[in-house]
């Protein structure tokens, strides 16, 4: 309750509670500079970390050339690409074709803006948040920017004019916008347990006590992971990687690029990952919050993402593809079921246990109503399918 | 008139259009021979095209190209697939990207020159071509094998069936997404190649067993270095069981897809675990045991639901059985020759050649004119991991054979990818490709 009292007041940068003048401008201007270098350097360090984690994981070396142990093999490998010549294949829709690396990448760019990685810093009498922008739809810039990077996958893939990144575009549209419902269900979960759409105030409210006001002890563990799987799936990460699906589709939506517009699918695809774990942590690990040592909460920052991303790597290593109609089984029948039903019970019990537990029954009573459901669609379909085999 | 004889001859040697059109262009035939399995009829049987039903749909269908460079088609197989969305209505395999007319080779060769050319088609499991080519060229010949050559012949074949299922492990788990199970599988057959290494002196492509024996005798401490590899594989299994068959995503991939019923398999002449996977208990060791198969005890490991995850559980469970058969081998390997002492065929030791001017002769000639060998034809079938693997040798009396025909189990098995992959989505179509396990060296020859 405190929280969402505090949140009711809440205004965004402080910077800005002055007026806008010229140290305002200088200050917004290095912090837009500094994400754009954050997102870069994490990029090319992702790229490293998941190169080397999967070899070690797979009982190889990984890259070991290029820089000190082969750490600087990403950027060769940027620098290589942005030095070979961009064809634009012979059916392809030439301007569309062009412009959808642009459009899978900005998105990313742009969310990554309204993370917190700190608390407030004072700087030459300006105080002001370490993150570039604190808008009053905060979280709402994250839904946004993972729905428009599927026109960039989608485009991508139908503007290239070949049949395999057709597949993939399919592919792509399908399973990003089945799994946005679940990312906006568990979304709204955390808004409804912090009572604003500010990030900064989404971190503030798990700050304090240790551990337990992280909102993936508050929010009940199940949003948590519900979250994680969308987002991977929104992603296209292994093992949802359906749209590229390097054995099946050979590429998929990226098959024809060459030169910069497959640099900047690649880094959009690794920006994308390394936002969204930053997402995850905002959104259910406390963000820059740490169990000690508050001041130092850009660390504490990192550190969890790279958790969060090495557990992408682990999984990546580990497990095999879905398929395609398991996906989406996966994701209209369980995920989508089980965040609403999460989003209901936390809600309740927001207000007080009682409504809680009746919304945890009511959810549960739903669950078997809908298992009941599923269980009778397929056996009709199956005595259906059967009926058609028996009959002359 | 020769303009006339060319287009006859094209015609008489055309194997038909290897192009798969859309449902609508295609002819009516094309559409009843897909949907109706004629390679399932009994033989003396002709099909009557109309009896066979066949769906077709006005909407558009799309050709799917996939290979012959495909990062999940084992080589440079090209399998046309027609598709409705994702679902796969038709699939067509087109082979001969590797043809390199090895079996024409094999006739200009001579008998003991034969098996380092046979070796290089199934290149996965070089042993068991050298095996068949050596058993029909004995039998034709008929030479008797030493003991102790038999029981060598064993041990190395079912090393070899160990190291080949392990690099089947290995693409099956990266053509259904699992990348890091390649890397495992290849280093755990890197531990088998490194012991073909020692024995035969080469990793692939051994040359090794021959007519008439094997090339050398088992190295010093072979019985140590088979012990240790046999322990590896065992625990290793344990940890790919709890990487791969007991992960759900995987099983859920593998359950219930291309599926085969026993009746088509023996129907296409599948063999192998794709034929075993339908229920159907032949195992070329068990039922026309040659060697010595019929003095070690092993399990036929039989599927039932003929499924993907049937094939993937039979393999797993054979390279236990190898195992099991490798221990015994080692248990029981007697002393003895290792190659025939028949004069007709072995030339006379090293240091004969120096003392005897007979014997250089003799080495002389069997290296400039070969063995010549009566008359003939025999046919031979091993159990490779692929499936019945035989080969088929007419000999004309002279040193050189008349004709080498070899079985391939990947060429037969190849033809079940059809009714397999028919309906399903193109994943299993990956899926299914892989567990048939072609070695395209193998099926084009």
Known sequence: ?392 | MTADLVELLKAKTSEGAQEMLARNEETVRQLRHEAGGVLRLPEGVTLDYGDVDYERPDDETMILNLGPSHPSTHGVLRVMVEIRGEQVLRTKPVIGYLHTGMEKTGEELMYHQGSTNVTRMDYLSPFFNELAYSLSVEKVAGMDLPERAGWIRMLMCELNRIASHLLWLATNGADLGAINMLVYGWRDREVLLSFFEKVTGLRMNHNYIRPGGVAADLPDGWRDDVNAICDVVLRRMDEYDNLLTGQPVLQNRMDGVGPLDAATAVGLGLTGPLLRSTGVTYDVRRDFPYLLYDQVDFDVIVGTGGDCWDRFAIRVNEIRESVRIVRQVAKMMPKGDYRTQDKKFTPPPRNRIDESMEALIHHFKLFTEGFRVPPGDAYVPVESPRGELGCYIVSDGTSRPYRVHVRAPSFANLQGLAPMARGGFIPDVIACISSIDPVLGDVDR
């Open chain 1, 1 to 392: 309750m405190l929280a969402a009292v505090a949140a009711a007041s809440y205004n965004g940068d402080p910077v800005f509670a002055k007026g806008i003048t010229l140290g305002v401008w200088i200050i917004e201007l290095v912090k837009l500079v500094a994400v754009f270098a954050i997102i870069m350097v994490g990029v090319l360090f992702m790229v490293m970390y998941e190169r080397k984690a999967v070899a070690y994981l797979g009982n190889r070396w990984g890259p070991n050339r290029a820089g000190p142990k082969g750490w600087l093999q990403s950027l060769a490998d940027g620098l290589k690409l942005f030095f070979k010549e961009a064809l634009v294949p012979e059916g392809a829709d030439r301007w569309v074709y062009r412009a959808a690396p642009v459009i899978a990448m900005v998105p990313v760019m742009v969310s990554f803006s309204v993370i917190p990685i700190g608390d407030t810093v004072t700087v030459a009498g300006y105080t002001t948040r370490l993150q570039l922008a604190d808008p009053p739809w905060g979280i709402l810039v994250m839904l946004m920017a993972s729905s428009i990077s599927v026109y960039g996958v989608m485009l991508a893939g139908w503007a290239s004019g070949s049949k395999y990144p057709l597949i993939g575009a399919v592919r792509a549209s399908a399973q990003m916008i089945s799994y946005e419902a679940a990312l906006g269900l568990t979304v709204a979960t955390v808004v409804v347990l912090t009572g604003s759409l500010h990030t900064s105030a989404i971190v503030a409210a798990q700050h304090g006590g240790v551990l337990y006001h992280w909102n993936v002890f508050r929010a009940y563990g199940l949003p948590a992971a519900i979250f994680f799987v969308a987002i991977t799936a929104e992603m296209t990460r292994p093992p949802f990687d359906l749209v590229e699906a390097e054995e099946e589709l050979a590429g998929g939506y990226n098959m024809e690029y060459s030169s910069i517009g497959f640099a900047l699918f690649y880094l959009a695809e690794y920006a994308a990952l390394v936002t969204n774990s930053a997402f995850f942590v905002t959104l259910f690990l406390g963000g820059p919050d740490g169990p000690y040592w508050h001041t130092i909460g850009p660390l504490w920052f990192v550190i969890k993402v790279l958790a969060v991303l090495y557990v992408y790597v682990w999984i990546r290593a580990t497990l095999p593809r879905l398929r395609y109609d398991q996906l989406m089984d996966l994701g209209w029948k369980k995920l989508i079921p089980a965040s609403l039903a999460m989003l209901l019970i936390v809600a309740a019990g927001h207000i007080s246990w009682r409504w809680g537990l009746a919304a945890l029954s009511g959810s549960l009573f739903a669950f078997i109503l809908l298992s009941r459901a599923i269980e009778v669609g397929r056996t009709q379909v199956e005595e259906g399918a059967q009926a058609e085999l028996e009959s002359p």
